[in-house]
């Protein structure tokens, strides 16, 4: 009995552990959308995918709010001209996701920030929404 026990706990594991590839791919078309919305200054398409408790954290320590982050991308004062990532990780825990990985951010040919970022996105009745956003600059 106690095996029994002990296989069918493995077996509950092993699928708990399994990603959840559907979430995986809306998860990373979420942060897509985002990206093109920032480069593009598409302030309501960026608040459609920002929920209204966001905390974003900058490389440099500053915070946002849903509306000032929506504001300064949709004025251009927060110039991006261009987003790249790399090494990205989606991590799906039920309604929740974490989005880790490398971006280079381009505010001009020679002015890249080069960071690591953990984003954090919510699954809700209108889909999956950045709740959390944190930034950490690489040295040179």
Same mark, same amino acid.
């Given at each position: 009995?106690?095996?029994?026990?002990?296989?069918? @706990?493995?077996?509950?594991?092993?699928?708990?552990?399994?990603? #959840?590839?559907?979430? %995986?791919?809306? %998860?990373? @078309?979420?942060?897509?959308?985002?990206?093109?919305?920032? *480069?593009?200054?598409? !302030?309501?398409?960026?608040?459609?995918?920002?929920?209204? #408790?966001?905390?974003?954290? +900058?490389? @440099?320590? $500053?915070?946002?709010?849903?509306?000032?982050? &929506?504001?300064?991308?949709?004025? !251009?004062?927060?110039?991006?001209?261009?987003?790249?990532?790399?090494?990205?990780? &989606?991590?799906?825990?039920?309604?929740? @996701?974490?989005?880790? =990985?490398?971006?280079?951010?381009?505010?001009?040919?020679?002015? *890249? &920030?080069?960071?690591? &970022?953990? +984003?954090?996105?919510?699954? =809700?009745? #209108?889909?999956?929404?950045? %709740?959390?956003? $944190?930034?950490?600059?690489?040295?040179?």
């Amino acid at each position: 009995m106690k095996s029994l026990v002990l296989a069918l @706990a493995a077996s509950l594991a092993l699928c708990a552990a399994e990603p #959840d590839a559907s979430a %995986v791919k809306q %998860v990373t @078309a979420a942060m897509e959308a985002m990206k093109q919305a920032m *480069i593009h200054r598409d !302030g309501p398409a960026l608040a459609r995918l920002l929920h209204d #408790d966001l905390t974003y954290t +900058h490389s @440099a320590g $500053q915070l946002d709010t849903k509306a000032s982050i &929506v504001q300064a991308v949709a004025s !251009g004062k927060a110039n991006i001209q261009k987003l790249e990532f790399s090494g990205t990780k &989606v991590t799906v825990y039920g309604n929740t @996701a974490f989005f880790k =990985g490398h971006v280079d951010l381009y505010h001009s040919d020679t002015n *890249i &920030v080069n960071m690591d &970022v953990l +984003h954090v996105w919510l699954k =809700g009745p #209108d889909g999956w929404k950045l %709740v959390a956003r $944190q930034a950490t600059r690489l040295a040179k």
